[in-house]
């Protein structure tokens, strides 16, 4: 965001948490201690403590259904009203952030991609991490085709993997899920690499959801099957990849499930590049669905839109940057 759009953005949000008090959901992705993590999506055990600690003390913590109730009847939020979200569903969630959610008694909702929870396979960019940028040795060249168009990458230097690793993270995240496995095949093939992933980035298992689903300050909602940007497809595909989650998830743990997250979900866009559009939203309420967070920085009031909510994410913070950056979203 160029320093013009942070200044439009904080006089448009000034006025709006004047009219009203506003309420934030923050958005986490994983609680645990990586060698490497870049994506920057990993919050330390110690950190994520030190936020709950604070979220305890001096706000307002909503669970799912409060919050639900709220954006379904365009009510205005208790005074500095907080929710937390997770997607994705890593297995840290389970093993590393819940407990620590009971222990500072704070709810949050979890958002489950559902294809690979239960496998030893890893989500398509942590797998790219795992080939490209792991200890390995690497052929030089890196020749793939994706989409139908042929590309070349100059893998002969750690800078330039680097580089690779970031350039093919953001073509495939405007792929469709049968591209990105045909990309995988191809990084697999020519690193020498399996695919078998990692103990530390997998998803739950089917039992750690269903305790997810059981526990006290945990809920579960719906996060696609395949995680694809979905803007990207039909909407007759954005249906099913939705449903298909939602599907898999009600039938696993016997509730009915009205909870998404885009993945990705940013409104930003280049071109035809959308994370999500006009046709998810219609899917959304075809399948149901009552609740819908996207990725983009913003305040929620009684008058936002419940398929696009906005949500703060949440990096690994220390202590006193945390509470600076929780100062910030409640400045009225």
């Given at each position: 965001m160029?320093d013009?759009?942070?200044?439009?953005?904080?006089?448009m949000h000034y006025v709006?948490?004047?009219?009203?008090?506003p309420?934030?959901?923050?958005?986490?992705?994983r609680?645990?201690?990586?060698?490497?993590?870049?994506?920057?999506?990993?919050v330390t055990?110690e950190?994520f403590?030190?936020?709950?600690a604070?979220?305890?003390t001096?706000?307002?913590?909503l669970?799912?259904?409060r919050f639900?109730?709220?954006?379904?009847?365009?009510?205005?939020?208790p005074?500095r009203?907080?929710?937390v979200?997770?997607?994705?569903?890593?297995?840290d969630n389970?093993l590393e952030?819940?407990p620590?959610?009971?222990?500072?008694?704070?709810?949050?909702?979890f958002?489950i991609?559902t294809?690979k929870i239960n496998?030893?396979?890893?989500l398509?960019?942590?797998?790219?991490e795992?080939v490209?940028l792991?200890?390995g040795n690497?052929?030089?060249?890196?020749?793939?085709?994706i989409?139908?168009?042929?590309?070349?990458?100059t893998t002969?230097?750690l800078?330039?993997?680097?580089?690779t690793?970031?350039a093919?993270?953001?073509?495939l995240?405007?792929?469709?899920?049968?591209?990105i496995?045909?990309a995988?095949q191809?990084?697999?093939e020519?690193s020498?690499?399996?695919?078998?992933?990692?103990?530390s980035?997998?998803?739950?298992?089917?039992e750690?959801?269903?305790?997810?689903?059981?526990a006290?300050?945990a809920?579960?909602?719906?996060?696609t099957h395949?995680?694809p940007?979905?803007?990207?497809?039909?909407?007759?595909?954005q249906?099913t990849e939705i449903?298909m989650?939602?599907?898999?998830?009600?039938?696993?743990?016997?509730t009915?499930q009205?909870?998404?997250?885009?993945?990705?979900g940013?409104r930003?866009?280049?071109?035809?590049?959308?994370y999500?559009?006009?046709?998810?939203i219609k899917?959304?309420?075809?399948?149901?669905?009552?609740?819908?967070c996207?990725?983009?920085?913003?305040q929620?009031?009684s008058?936002s839109?419940?398929?696009?909510?906005?949500?703060?994410?949440?990096?690994?913070?220390p202590?006193?940057?945390?509470?600076?950056?929780?100062?910030?979203?409640?400045?009225?």
């Amino acid at each position: 965001m160029g320093d013009l759009s942070k200044k439009i953005f904080s006089v448009m949000h000034y006025v709006a948490n004047k009219v009203q008090q506003p309420a934030v959901i923050l958005l986490y992705h994983r609680v645990t201690t990586l060698q490497q993590d870049p994506q920057d999506l990993s919050v330390t055990p110690e950190h994520f403590s030190s936020h709950l600690a604070h979220l305890a003390t001096d706000y307002n913590m909503l669970d799912a259904e409060r919050f639900l109730y709220h954006v379904k009847n365009k009510k205005a939020f208790p005074e500095r009203s907080v929710f937390v979200t997770f997607d994705d569903g890593y297995a840290d969630n389970y093993l590393e952030a819940l407990p620590l959610l009971t222990k500072h008694q704070v709810p949050a909702l979890f958002y489950i991609t559902t294809s690979k929870i239960n496998t030893a396979y890893e989500l398509w960019w942590d797998d790219l991490e795992r080939v490209l940028l792991t200890p390995g040795n690497l052929p030089p060249v890196l020749q793939i085709t994706i989409n139908g168009q042929p590309a070349q990458y100059t893998t002969d230097t750690l800078a330039a993997i680097r580089e690779t690793y970031y350039a093919l993270q953001q073509v495939l995240r405007f792929c469709k899920p049968a591209e990105i496995e045909l990309a995988m095949q191809q990084l697999y093939e020519w690193s020498g690499k399996t695919a078998t992933g990692r103990p530390s980035h997998r998803l739950m298992t089917w039992e750690e959801v269903k305790a997810m689903g059981d526990a006290s300050y945990a809920a579960i909602g719906c996060h696609t099957h395949r995680h694809p940007a979905v803007g990207m497809l039909s909407y007759e595909e954005q249906y099913t990849e939705i449903g298909m989650s939602k599907e898999i998830l009600e039938g696993v743990l016997g509730t009915p499930q009205v909870h998404f997250s885009y993945p990705f979900g940013g409104r930003k866009f280049l071109g035809t590049k959308r994370y999500y559009n006009a046709d998810s939203i219609k899917a959304c309420k075809a399948l149901g669905l009552q609740m819908v967070c996207a990725n983009y920085h913003g305040q929620v009031h009684s008058w936002s839109n419940p398929y696009a909510l906005p949500r703060i994410l949440v990096r690994n913070w220390p202590p006193d940057v945390f509470r600076k950056q929780m100062q910030q979203f409640f400045k009225y």
